[in-house]
């Protein structure tokens, strides 16, 4: 469809606006009113000092790396570096990659750190994350407040303020694009803006050899293309820190400038998905500025980030769906699996408490998940995180050592279902189910093993 819509397209590329079109303002209001800008200048000093320093000194540690992903069957290197810090026991999966958190200091863990300035920089981290979850708290309050009353004329009104103070301060809701307003409570407030980790992103675009072009706009160089934010508690808020290194030295571009945008200045796209009518937006990101994605915008929407000159941090706070995403839940499957498996008081031998079809499949299921969810996933890349902290290292363990247990319970099935003593169909059916998971265990290891 992408492609047939370029070709279709050609050289008379869709319409976007920025904040220097006079339609821009109402085509927010109408077509993008969840997303909520605020200008630095609206955060506090002393965290806008934390943050940074916290990301320079993850850069100063070589904290950042490039994710290797896996698209249709085949690898990728991100062009932007990233790390994840967060809850400890937290991931978070994207790509077919799963990345682990290195902890934020969390009250009632353990957590040894590299060093006190990388202890500090996920402090500081810990602080934003803070900061944007009740900023998150009111813009949902204030898009409810909106959506309430009893608007009797939807005019869109021109109260004459500027743009820098009713949009990229407050924000707006439009009673066109949100529909009816269903009311909601604390918890349901909380559970969508109670961040859980943070995606911290890095690139310097000079560095780069390569950039994508945007495609469909022609909005120039792209350092993340057009998407939707995966993993996610459904209609949470993303809450998205922008730092880009304006004041740094930075050679001229030669390129031609393009119709729109300044290139030298980074800005995030968004579109309608799957939309060819309704125009585009990209707005700049300067130094400490902050967006808010609310409600189903991640859903309804996409968006890109195109890149400027200068080398640019982002920290994108996110309520990650832990329902198969923890440690403690890998655990727990793990133990579920375990209760399948006894020891012989005297002998000490093991063996299985059953050989029912839906208690190997069940078993067996959760040894695939441990293995290529996520002891795989961690050793692929994991060695990485120890520029940080050793905090995953005894988990691991932990996982290793429940894997080789499941090991031996799939080499006792096998030891079991060649015993002629086995009621036919009962072996036939334990066998059928075994052999569709240790067919898919095979293929994953091969593919694993290419990788």
Same mark, same amino acid.
């Given at each position: 469809?992408?492609? +047939?819509?370029?070709?279709?397209?050609?050289?008379? =590329?869709?319409?976007?606006?920025t904040?220097?079109?006079?339609?821009?303002?109402?085509?927010?209001?109408?077509?993008?009113?969840?997303?909520?800008?605020?200008k630095?200048?609206?955060?506090?000093?002393?965290? @806008? @000092?934390?943050?940074?320093?916290?990301?320079?000194?993850? %850069?100063?540690?070589n904290c950042?790396?490039q994710?290797?992903?896996?698209?249709?069957?085949?690898?990728?290197?991100?062009?932007?570096?990233?790390?994840?810090i967060?809850? #400890?026991?937290?991931?978070?999966?994207?790509?077919?990659?799963? &990345?682990?958190?290195?902890?934020?200091?969390?009250?009632?863990?353990?957590?040894?750190?590299?060093?006190?300035?990388?202890?500090d920089?996920?402090?500081? &981290?810990?602080?934003?994350?803070?900061?944007?979850h009740?900023?998150?708290?009111?813009? &949902?309050?204030?898009?409810?407040?909106?959506?309430?009353?009893?608007?009797?004329?939807?005019?869109?009104?021109?109260?004459?303020?500027?743009?820098?103070?009713?949009?990229?301060e407050?924000?707006?809701?439009?009673?066109?694009?949100?529909?009816?307003?269903?009311?909601?409570?604390?918890?349901?407030?909380?559970? %969508?803006?109670?961040y859980?980790?943070?995606?911290?992103?890095?690139?310097?675009?000079?560095?780069?050899?390569?950039?994508?072009?945007?495609?469909?706009?022609?909005?120039?160089?792209?350092?993340?293309?057009? @998407?939707?934010?995966?993993?996610?508690?459904?209609?949470?808020?993303?809450?998205?820190?922008?730092?880009?290194?304006?004041?740094?030295?930075?050679?001229?571009?030669?390129?031609?400038?393009?119709?729109? =945008?300044? #290139?030298?200045?980074?800005?995030?796209?968004?579109?309608?998905?799957?939309?060819?009518?309704?125009?585009?937006?990209?707005?700049?990101?300067?130094?400490?500025?902050?967006?808010?994605?609310?409600?189903?915008?991640?859903?309804?929407?996409?968006?890109?980030?195109?890149?400027?000159?200068?080398?640019?941090?982002?920290?994108?706070?996110?309520?990650?769906?832990?329902?198969?995403?923890?440690?403690?839940?890998?655990?727990?499957?793990?133990?579920?699996? *375990?209760?399948?498996?006894?020891?012989?008081s005297?002998?000490?031998?093991?063996s299985?408490?059953?050989?029912?079809?839906?208690?190997?499949?069940?078993?067996?299921?959760?040894?695939?998940?441990?293995?290529?969810?996520?002891?795989?996933?961690?050793w692929?890349?994991?060695?990485?995180?120890?520029?940080?902290?050793?905090?995953?290292? +005894?988990?691991?363990?932990?996982?290793?050592?429940?894997?080789?247990k499941?090991?031996?319970?799939t080499?006792?099935?096998l030891?079991?279902?060649?015993?002629?003593?086995?009621?036919?169909?009962? =072996?036939n059916?334990?066998?059928?189910?075994?052999? *569709?998971?240790?067919?898919? %265990?095979?293929? &994953?290891?091969?593919?694993?093993?290419?990788?």
């Open positions: 469809q992408k492609k +047939k819509l370029l070709e279709e397209l050609g050289e008379n =590329r869709l319409p976007y606006l904040p220097a079109d006079a339609d821009f303002h109402q085509l927010w209001k109408t077509k993008y009113s969840k997303l909520i800008f605020r630095s200048d609206t955060v506090p000093e002393e965290l @806008h @000092h934390m943050v940074q320093e916290g990301f320079l000194t993850l %850069r100063e540690h950042f790396f994710d290797l992903v896996r698209i249709k069957g085949k690898d990728f290197l991100t062009p932007v570096s990233r790390i994840l967060g809850n #400890p026991g937290c991931t978070y999966k994207y790509l077919n990659t799963r &990345l682990f958190t290195v902890p934020w200091p969390t009250e009632g863990y353990d957590i040894e750190y590299c060093s006190p300035q990388i202890h920089a996920c402090k500081a &981290l810990m602080r934003l994350n803070d900061y944007l009740i900023e998150a708290v009111k813009a &949902l309050q204030g898009q409810n407040l909106f959506e309430t009353k009893e608007i009797k004329d939807t005019t869109v009104i021109d109260r004459e303020q500027s743009f820098a103070t009713s949009l990229m407050q924000g707006s809701v439009s009673k066109v694009q949100s529909g009816v307003c269903v009311p909601e409570d604390d918890r349901s407030l909380k559970n %969508r803006t109670s859980n980790l943070t995606l911290l992103n890095y690139m310097d675009p000079l560095q780069m050899l390569y950039l994508k072009q945007e495609p469909y706009f022609g909005m120039g160089n792209m350092a993340v293309s057009w @998407h939707h934010d995966e993993n996610l508690v459904e209609r949470s808020v993303v809450a998205v820190y922008s730092y880009s290194c304006e004041d740094s030295a930075i050679e001229e571009s030669n390129e031609e400038a393009l119709k729109g =945008r300044d #290139p030298a200045v980074w800005h995030v796209g968004l579109k309608v998905a799957w939309d060819i009518e309704t125009p585009g937006l990209a707005i700049p990101l300067h130094q400490g500025d902050i967006y808010l994605m609310l409600d189903d915008l991640n859903m309804t929407h996409q968006h890109c980030v195109l890149a400027g000159l200068s080398p640019r941090f982002s920290s994108t706070h996110r309520v990650a769906d832990s329902s198969r995403g923890t440690l403690e839940y890998i655990l727990g499957r793990c133990e579920l699996a *375990l209760q399948n498996l006894q020891t012989d005297d002998s000490m031998a093991l299985l408490k059953s050989l029912e079809a839906d208690v190997v499949k069940q078993v067996e299921e959760i040894h695939n998940e441990v293995e290529f969810e996520w002891l795989r996933q961690f692929f890349q994991g060695k990485r995180y120890l520029k940080c902290t050793d905090w995953w290292l +005894k988990p691991m363990a932990k996982l290793e050592e429940f894997w080789r499941m090991e031996i319970m080499s006792l099935v030891s079991e279902v060649r015993k002629e003593q086995q009621i036919e169909e009962q =072996r059916e334990t066998i059928s189910c075994f052999l *569709l998971l240790l067919k898919e %265990r095979q293929k &994953l290891r091969k593919e694993w093993a290419a990788r």
